[in-house]
């Protein structure tokens, strides 16, 4: 049995995520603050093997716990580093406080994650990093996502800086640039636009990816979008 651990997993694409790899007999490790939509994880699924932990991965305390209840697994099969946050704020009303909350949730939790969890991967295992098509080089770029933007492309380019690092290991990290889906943060972002795809689909898309496609792929930066805004 795989055991994966993925950030975001309360809401939108991460929830539909660990439902996917949990109803493909994974064993999850599901991270989010909030536990009473964590908790519906259990209740979505059949599947026993689910570890629910409610921790801000901003907070250097609440990593630590992160660290300490997945050491008890032993080894695990990949990471999925989808926890996001946007903002939507043209870049001269921005703060230094808001970039540094953008990079803390978007980039630097990663960071950090990637850091204590390294130990623990598995030869053979998966870090999947979830980017944006606002921070993939020459997509279409959108007024006021410049932190968000800029966040996400400086993770697309540690998922390359650690496929260099990590490789001889066997452990592969690739990061997947997505387009629209319909969540909370879309309508936040773009209030009232209609995405094409639903997070159940692309929570499936990126079971399977993380499943599977570190066998055909290393280091990579992956678009994955139908359409505009992207
Ligand atoms: N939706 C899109 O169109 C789109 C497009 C491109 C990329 N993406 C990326 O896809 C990923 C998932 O986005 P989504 O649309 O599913 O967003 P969402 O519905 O807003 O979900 C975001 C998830 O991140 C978690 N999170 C945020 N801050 C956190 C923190 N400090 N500590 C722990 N967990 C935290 C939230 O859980 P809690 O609030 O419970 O902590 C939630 O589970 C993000 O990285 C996003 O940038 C989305």
């Not at 996917?20 to 490790?29: D, I, K, T, W």
């Not at 950090?112 to 030869?123: E, G, T």
């Not at 009232?192 to 079971?207: D, F, H, L, N, Q």
């Amino acid at each position: 049995m795989k055991t994966i651990v993925i950030t975001g997993a309360s809401k939108g694409i991460g929830f539909e995520t660990a439902l996917s790899l949990l109803n493909q007999g994974c064993y999850v490790v599901a991270i989010a603050r909030s536990s009473e939509e964590l908790e519906q994880l259990r209740s979505q699924s059949s599947s026993k093997n689910l570890l629910l932990i409610t921790a801000d991965i901003t907070s250097k305390e609440e990593l630590e716990k992160i660290s300490s209840e997945v050491a008890k697994l032993e080894k695990i099969d990949g990471l999925i580093n989808n926890a996001g946050m946007v903002l939507n704020r043209s870049f001269l009303e921005t703060s230094q406080e808001d970039w540094r909350s953008i990079f803390d949730v978007n980039f630097f939790a990663p960071v950090q994650l990637i850091r204590i969890l390294k130990p623990l991967l598995r030869k053979g295992s998966h870090i999947v990093n979830i980017g944006s098509m606002g921070g993939f080089q020459g997509s279409e770029k959108f007024p006021g996502l410049s932190a968000y933007s800029t966040s996400k492309g400086a993770l697309a380019i540690l998922s390359e800086c650690l496929n260099a690092e990590f490789s001889n290991e066997g452990i592969a990290v690739n990061c997947l640039c997505l387009g629209a889906v319909q969540t909370k943060m879309l309508e936040e972002a773009f209030p009232g636009y209609e995405a094409p795809v639903s997070p159940k689909e692309m929570g499936s898309y990126i079971s399977y990816f993380v499943l599977n496609a570190h066998n055909f792929m290393n280091g990579k930066i992956i678009p994955v979008s139908l359409n505009n805004p992207d």
